[in-house]
C-alpha cells in the first residue's frame, strides 16, 4: 500500500514534533508501568517478616530499603 500527502513545511514540522513527543510519552509510559514490579523485586530484598508476628517486617538491608525509597520518590507525585 502506498499513501501519498501533500502538506507544507509547517505541517510537517509540526508532524515531526508529535512524532518525537509519540516516541518520549510511550517510553515514560512503559517506565511507570514497569515501576511497581522494580520496586516490589527490590522490596523483597529489602525487608523479612518478623517471626511469630503477621504483617510485621523488619529492614534486612539497608542498601536494598534506600533504592525501594528512591524509586518510590520517582513514581509517586510530590505534594
Not at 25 to 41: G, H, N, Q
Request: net charge negative.
Amino acid at each position: 500500500m502506498e499513501i501519498n500527502v501533500k502538506m507544507t513545511t509547517e505541517e510537517f514540522q509540526k508532524f515531526m514534533t508529535w512524532q518525537e513527543d509519540k516516541e518520549k510519552y510511550s517510553k515514560e509510559v512503559e517506565r511507570l508501568r514497569r515501576a511497581p514490579e522494580c520496586i516490589a523485586a527490590s522490596l523483597r530484598w529489602a525487608v523479612e517478616p518478623v517471626e511469630g508476628k503477621t504483617a510485621k517486617f523488619k529492614i534486612a538491608s539497608q542498601e536494598h530499603m534506600g533504592d525501594v525509597w528512591d524509586m518510590a520518590e520517582e513514581f509517586m507525585p510530590k505534594k
